[in-house]
């Protein structure tokens, strides 16, 4: 997709509705134990972006506070009349960056995960795809993205740094 592209989205039941522009910074494919209880299956596909990239067009968002697997606050942003879950702020990057509920998308297989993480949590009869690197835990950006798209996320992690988010 184009930088200047835009895809949209929503929830389960219609009331919400959001647009992003763009393509993410990194597309991961979590299976860790904590995602697996925060949304019920075996796995989340998160769309990482920065937040001004996301727009939200129609409907309210409520928002629950659980730990992410850091320790930190990882706040859930879902629809406030169904509940589905549409995105998430991580500790690391503030309200600068949002993990965006790939499934939620309204073309929901516009991005393909750049990486499958937390592989060793992984339901035991779970397989992952050929092609796309996979990780027992996680892995260090810089190691499999291109350098237009760490210097986005270099970008956002100085923005916190500086004291905004």
């Keep these: 997709m184009a930088a200047n592209d835009t895809q949209e989205g929503g929830c389960g039941c219609g009331h919400t509705r959001y647009?992003?522009?763009?393509d993410p910074i990194f597309v991961n494919n979590c299976h860790c134990t904590l995602c697996q209880h925060q949304t019920g299956s075996t796995s989340v596909v998160n769309a990482f972006f920065e937040a001004e990239r996301v727009t939200l067009l129609a409907g309210a968002l409520s928002e629950s506070?659980?730990?992410?697997?850091?320790?930190?606050?990882?706040?859930i942003c879902r629809c406030e009349?169904?509940?589905?879950?549409?995105?998430?702020?991580?500790?690391?990057?503030?309200?600068?960056?949002?993990?965006?509920?790939?499934?939620?998308l309204d073309d929901n297989g516009a991005f393909t995960p750049d990486a499958v993480i937390f592989t060793d949590e992984a339901m035991p009869?779970?397989?992952?795809?050929?092609?796309?690197?996979?990780?027992a835990k996680t892995y260090n950006p810089k190691d499999i993205l291109p350098p237009e798209r760490i210097e986005r996320l270099m970008a956002m992690a100085e923005r916190r740094r500086a004291g905004e988010g």
């Design 65 to 75: 506070v659980v730990t992410a697997g850091s320790g930190g606050a990882h706040t």
């Design 125 to 135: 009869w779970v397989t992952f795809p050929e092609g796309i690197p996979r990780f």
């Design 19 to 22: 647009r992003v522009s763009g």
């Design 81 to 104: 009349a169904c509940g589905v879950a549409l995105w998430s702020f991580y500790p690391r990057l503030g309200r600068l960056g949002l993990g965006l509920r790939v499934g939620t």
